[in-house]
């Protein structure tokens, strides 16, 4: 989708500060009484940019086309296959998603979770507690997406790590360097080429599986 993840600056307000107004809402709900309800319920709290998806009917195209900042799914006791099509949804899109729905089971609450929809509300529909809960989706899409960056940079480290590594041991192994000597080797390669140490390890262990 267009706009980055990271919806920091939409978070909770706090108090005496006013909720982002430009923030654009996906509702997807087959019945129009219960859409009109969360919608007046963001526009009475000066959301005004408010967009009903009324059939969940090639649901991901419809979202991707709008391109919201959050979603919000309303469901009136949804059969298995139909939260398998949002969890599935809510994986893909990236996006804080609140989920209400009229009841639900451990297997489902669970499955929310780990298609990482933000808030799974049972039973929850008023229109008073729309915004709280809007503001708790967005706040928890936002910790979890900021400790994903930092568990993919530290998996990224840790890949990168085992390549200069390996190309260290054969450093030594050929040209009988320490492990000191070869790394000073890749940077000083590294420097003099304006690459990434990571770039001249891979370039190294690469030619070397031509060599064989």
Do not use: W
Not at 30 to 39: D, G, Q
Not at 88 to 107: N, T
Not at 113 to 139: F, Q, W
Not at 143 to 149: D, G, I, M, V, Y
């Amino acid at each position: 989708m267009g706009k980055g993840s990271d919806l920091s600056g939409a978070g909770a307000p706090s108090a005496g500060e006013q909720r982002d107004a430009s923030l654009k809402i996906a509702i997807v709900d087959e019945s129009p009484i219960r859409a009109a309800i969360l919608a007046d319920g963001l526009r009475e709290a000066g959301l005004t940019h408010v967009e009903l998806i009324p059939e969940t009917h090639n649901l991901l195209a419809r979202i991707y086309a709008l391109d919201p900042d959050v979603i919000v799914i309303d469901l009136e006791s949804p059969s298995r296959d139909t939260l398998e099509q949002m969890f599935q949804m809510s994986r893909v899109v990236k996006r804080p998603v609140a989920m209400f729905v009229d009841q639900s089971d451990a297997a489902s609450i669970q499955a929310a979770v780990d298609a990482g929809v933000s808030a799974y509300i049972v039973d929850g529909l008023k229109k008073e507690r729309i915004t709280n809960i809007l503001d708790l989706c967005i706040s928890r899409f936002n910790a979890f997406s900021r400790l994903q960056t930092e568990l993919d940079r530290a998996k990224d480290a840790l890949e990168e790590r085992k390549v200069i590594d390996r190309a260290k041991g054969m450093l030594m192994k050929v040209k009988g360097l320490s492990e000191e000597q070869a790394y000073a080797l890749l940077r000083k390669t590294a420097m003099n080429e304006n690459k990434k140490i990571v770039e001249i390890a891979q370039s190294l262990l690469t030619a070397a599986e031509l060599f064989k």
